[in-house]
């Protein structure tokens, strides 16, 4: 890869010194150094995993001037916004830090002249998987923007050993693989253990009189855990601001496995540490399903106490009154994950620094702010009264008492209507008694927003609709955004060169800027030069390809690619009968005039969903018999690309001519890939659902692929009584692909195989693909269609680049900022220059 830009380090951001310097010679030996006084290795005998790290601990002592700074000028007394996630899939960090500092094209070269390849080290980096998917990715984007927008940001989050699992294709099922990120060391990371703070668990709370005669409660908890933070940081791009990313990793008390130690019980001691330190093993998989795991909640609550421990020794350390804790710090609770902070928050404030109830809640609900990003309500997170009281009795007894006093209100506003005071409470009491985390976190917090505009629309008239009733004010929309510097500037260094050569480079970080690139779409050399570059981007896509699977594709096919976590909502299926359609007309007509097509998918399914493994098999079924047919050679071709992942993701976005977003409407909460897409130059195909819709109204109708029902239209058929049986009895083409995937001709001739897929979508099809197949494939051939106007097609994706400005996280951040957290810029200044202190 050749840099995506010049180097341009900005003038206030020279701290080099003889340790840090950006010179070439000062470079070739800081990376020999680290090889010899950190990985401890001599030339001849260094991995190249040696040579990765020794480079990255050269980039980070580059770095850590602007972080200890930023650090610092944290600690006068300005507000920080809190970002509380249970995960975040922050990607590689390496070229992302060499972009952001400006050194790429400076570390080329001295890897280069030390007989190193700078693409092979980068290979080397092992990405943190430390999310699921969109969710956890939203939170790295917005750590990214926070950073380079220079407002003040902590991440708060777990520190998983072992994340998201590597996925497998074997025999066409996918096979799930543990993640061991860390077992060759993370040099991103620095652990503070001297800043551990101490997690309880278990027992009992106590009602008693202080001396002065107060009412107090404690909590005696039957177990405590250490928590150990892992900071990792986040530079902004071209600026010195370095947020922090605090993960925390549990550990046992010494104190008590001195005890067991004392009475003789070794092995129990050693027992307890194993307990203590499963805590952050592992990352859960699943996304949209809630497992009700207790190990769940206890991570849930182990961080959540950690970050809000760790914000209140940040303030008490200056000497600040804790009664402005809401105004020091902007909690943002990124789904119900952390809802628990609105119990402990109450807990640290009422039990351990004896502030009074009602001072204590108006401090919590101005702290915290709720965004949901789910519509499908199994996915609505709720935990069994028995279980929660058993690990957390103290937050049970607050969350009784928020209730009680916030049901009262509710009770006054309207009196005898059981219904919305059953809905609205805290507490399910429907059968088997819950807490509900989305109530708790709605009542708990200042702000309530959704992800995208339709998605706010939605929550306020069903999920969440009792709540907006009853608050209104609280609700506000922001709609997702994605990183460019990540998403364009690293993935895609050609298109950022040419883009950058034609309108300068303002809009990595002023992402409406790409509009100048509008008249452009007019000059036919630009469309040459655009589409050379979506050419060759697509070659590289395909050597990658033939290279790990063996499977020739033709980089002048319509790349055609749909990757996400497999979900039936999101509807990979109804691809795979687009594909088994495309693949029947050619098979009927040898002679077809076909547009030639390679259709590409990936993503993970969670372990225990049966469903969305069946979906891997089929896909990978179909793509053995569609590859291995003479007859359709040279015009299709289908790939599963194992193990979709960030460092996968800045491969295959911008290699993309048509990006699939095709869920049922009103189950996609936003999706971001679909903006990734988008802005590499990719046409969108898709339902009018969660961000589409607004991305649809960016680039134009004229440039976007709309197929399929309405959410209204979803809705007033479901009421109506859905038939999917019909639409395949009345539809000879569905008819024929669903009765040759039932007729074992995908699977060596099983016919059972496939019957639990086949017999859902014709008895349910909760998800409507049946309804929406015939819209979906006029819609494909319009593709096919448009895709043969080679010029116009051009034009067309330029246009979508030109105008998608407003998925910029930074974007996204701005609105945060100004409507919800009303947080400020603070640039840093690198004051304490050191070592040597310049
Ligand atoms: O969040 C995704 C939404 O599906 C997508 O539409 C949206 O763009 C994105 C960012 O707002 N949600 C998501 O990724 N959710 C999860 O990964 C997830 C993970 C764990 C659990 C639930 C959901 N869990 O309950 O454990």
């Known amino acids: 890869m050749n840099a995506p830009l010049e180097d341009s380090l900005t003038p206030q951001i020279r701290v080099e010194d003889d340790r840090t310097g950006l010179s070439i010679t000062t470079l070739r030996s800081a990376l020999a150094d680290n090889l010899f006084y950190i990985q401890g290795k001599f030339p001849g005998t260094a991995t190249k995993n040696d040579y990765y790290m020794a480079l990255a601990y050269t980039v980070r002592d580059r770095l850590l001037q602007r972080w200890l700074n930023t650090t610092q000028t944290y600690r006068k007394n300005v507000k920080v916004v809190c970002y509380l996630s249970a995960e ?162 549990a550990e046992a008390i010494e104190s008590f496995d001195f005890q067991a130690f004392n009475i003789g019980d070794y092995y129990g001691a050693v027992d307890a540490k194993i307990v203590s330190e499963n805590l952050t093993k592992i990352l859960y998989p699943n996304d949209e399903v809630i497992q009700g795991k207790e190990l769940r909640l206890q991570q849930q609550y182990f961080f959540v106490s950690c970050a809000l421990q760790d914000m209140i020794r940040l303030l008490l350390s200056t000497e600040v009154s804790l009664e402005t804790f809401h105004q020091q710090f902007a909690v943002q609770l990124n789904d119900t994950h952390p809802a628990i902070g609105v119990a402990e928050l109450m807990r640290l404030l009422v039990d351990e620094h004896r502030i009074d109830w009602d001072k204590a809640w108006h401090i919590t609900q101005n702290t915290f702010a709720f965004t949901n990003h789910t519509l499908l309500p199994e996915a609505l997170e709720k935990w069994p009264i028995e ?40 507490i399910d009491e429907s059968g088997e008694r819950y807490v509900r985390m989305a109530n708790l976190a709605c009542v708990g917090s200042h702000a309530i927003n959704g992800v995208a505009e339709l998605h706010t629309e939605l929550l306020k008239k069903t999920v969440l609709k009792d709540f907006y009733e009853f608050f209104p004010e609280k609700f506000a929309n922001v709609t997702n955004g994605v990183t460019p510097r990540r998403w364009m500037v690293l993935s895609n260094p050609r298109l950022t060169r040419l883009i950058t050569e034609k309108i300068g480079d303002r809009w990595i970080t002023h992402l409406d800027d790409l509009r100048k690139l509008e008249t452009l779409a007019d000059d036919a050399s630009f469309r040459q030069q655009w589409r050379q570059i979506k050419q060759e981007t697509k070659g590289d896509l395909a050597a990658y390809i033939r290279k790990k699977l063996d499977i020739i594709v033709d980089p002048k096919s319509l790349f055609d690619i749909q990757v996400k976590r497999i979900h039936e909502y999101k509807r990979q299926h109804l691809n795979v009968l687009h594909v088994i359609t495309f693949y029947n007309r050619l098979k009927h007509d040898r002679d077809l005039d076909i547009t030639p097509r390679t259709f590409i998918f990936g993503g993970k399914a969670a372990p225990g969903y049966f469903m969305a493994k069946l979906i891997i098999k089929l896909i990978v079924s179909v793509a053995n018999i569609v590859n291995n047919d003479p007859d359709v050679r040279d015009r299709m071709k289908v790939v599963f690309i194992p193990d979709f992942n960030v460092t996968l993701g800045q491969r295959i976005y911008p290699a993309a001519d048509l990006s699939e977003q095709i869920s049922t409407a009103g189950k996609e909460a936003s999706g971001t890939g679909n903006m990734k897409f988008a802005l590499n130059g990719a046409l969108t195909i898709g339902t009018l659902d969660g961000a589409n819709v607004e991305i649809r109204e960016e680039v134009g109708a004229e440039n976007f692929f709309l197929f399929g029902l309405t959410t209204e239209e979803v809705y007033g058929l479901k009421a109506r009584g859905y038939r999917p049986f019909d ?104 004051l304490q220059l050191c070592p040597g202190g310049q």
């Open 88 to 249: 975040f899939l922050i990607g590689p960090q390496l070229v992302n830090n060499l972009i952001n500092l400006g050194i790429y094209a400076k570390i080329r070269q001295a890897v280069e002249e030390s007989g190193l390849s700078l693409q092979e080290l980068i290979e080397q980096e092992e990405e943190p998987g430390l999310g699921n998917g969109g969710l956890g990715r939203l939170a790295a984007c917005y750590l990214d923007s926070l950073s380079t927008l220079e407002i003040p940001a902590i991440g708060y989050g777990i520190r998983y050993e072992f994340g998201i699992f590597d996925q497998e294709i074997r025999d066409g099922w996918q096979v799930e693989i543990t993640d061991k990120w860390l077992q060759y060391g993370n040099p991103w990371e620095i652990a503070r253990p001297e800043e551990y703070v101490e997690v309880k668990f278990g027992g009992r709370s106590e009602h008693y009189y202080d001396e002065k005669g107060n009412y107090r409660v404690r909590w005696i908890p039957d177990r405590v855990v250490k928590g150990v933070p892992y900071d990792t940081p986040i530079l902004g791009y071209q600026v010195n601001t370095a947020n922090t990313l605090r993960l925390w990793k």
């Open 387 to 426: 279980l929660f009281g058993r690990l957390l009795p103290r937050h049970l007894e607050i969350i009784y008492e928020i209730n009680q006093r916030f049901l009262d209100r509710v009770r006054m506003k309207y009196p005898r209507d059981l219904g919305k005071l059953s809905r609205l409470s805290l």
């Open 727 to 830: 639409y395949y009895n009345q539809n000879a083409e569905l008819k024929a692909v669903i009765d040759l995937i039932s007729s074992g001709f995908f699977s060596h001739g099983d016919v059972d195989l496939f019957k639990p897929l086949i017999d859902n979508l014709l008895y349910r099809d909760d998800y409507m693909l049946l309804a929406d197949y015939q819209s979906y494939i006029d819609t494909q051939e319009k593709v096919s269609q448009a895709y043969r106007d080679r010029e116009n097609w051009t034009r067309m994706s330029i246009l979508n680049v030109a105008r998608m400005g407003k998925f910029s996280s930074d974007r996204s951040i701005r609105e945060y900022a100004q409507k919800i957290w009303k947080v400020e810029p603070v640039p840093v200044e690198l």
